[in-house]
């Protein structure tokens, strides 16, 4: 038998080539998308368009709601600012009502001729320091004058009122619905039976 001139030593591997990279030539045709990829590809489109038009759409939403405040807040301040003037005008331009009671010096409500004129002078009396003075039988006199608000009947004492005339801008009545004072706006009278503006008497003298 012959034996081997190697001495059974086995010859050394070759060493491996190191891998090598493709290169994909310009003229290769590129893949084609699958179905499923172009669906996904169209759905992934149809979402950002569908999330551009709801931002748009909210933002629109906003704008128009603010714009609606600010013309609530601007048409409520202009209607506040009118009715406050109106009312404010009425209230200075419409004359107020008083009714007053004739009373003597003591308060006590009598019959309204004693506060008036044609009553006083034809029983010698007259006006003077916002009473009216009527002669007594005996000598001296009585004094006469108005409570403005009061209430009350003859004989009574008078409940609350002021003895003050009311402003110019004040109707003022007995309760026979007598005008002692007639008020109005921007309007002054002569001095009336009570010392007020505009009524059915002059002062008189004392």
């Not at 998308?33 to 489109?45: F, L």
């Not at 406050?84 to 001729?113: H, M, R, W």
Request: charged fraction near 15%; glycine fraction near 18%; aromatic fraction near 8%.
């Amino acid at each position: 038998m012959t034996q081997d001139d190697t001495g059974g030593v086995q010859p050394p591997e070759e060493p491996k080539k190191p891998g090598s990279m493709r290169f994909q030539d310009a003229n290769t045709q590129p893949r084609q998308p699958s179905v499923a990829e172009q669906r996904a590809r169209r759905q992934a489109i149809a979402d950002q368009e569908r999330e551009r038009q709801e931002a748009l759409a909210a933002q629109e939403a906003a704008d128009a709601k603010a714009a609606t405040k600010r013309k609530i807040l601007i048409g409520g301040g202009v209607t506040v600012g009118l009715v406050g003037l109106v009312a404010t005008f009425y209230t200075i331009a419409k004359p107020a009502e008083v009714t007053a009671v004739c009373t003597d010096s003591n308060g006590v409500i009598q019959n309204d001729q004693y506060c008036d004129e044609s009553y006083a002078t034809s029983h010698g009396g007259h006006y003077s320091g916002g009473f009216w003075f009527i002669p007594l039988p005996g000598g001296g006199y009585s004094q006469y004058r108005y409570n403005y608000g009061g209430s009350g009947n003859i004989g009574q004492h008078v409940s609350g009122g002021s003895f003050t005339a009311p402003s110019g801008n004040t109707n003022v009545s007995t309760k026979s619905g007598s005008s002692i004072q007639r008020g109005g706006f921007g309007i002054s009278g002569k001095s009336g039976t009570s010392g007020g503006t505009g009524g059915t008497g002059k002062s008189g003298g004392s």
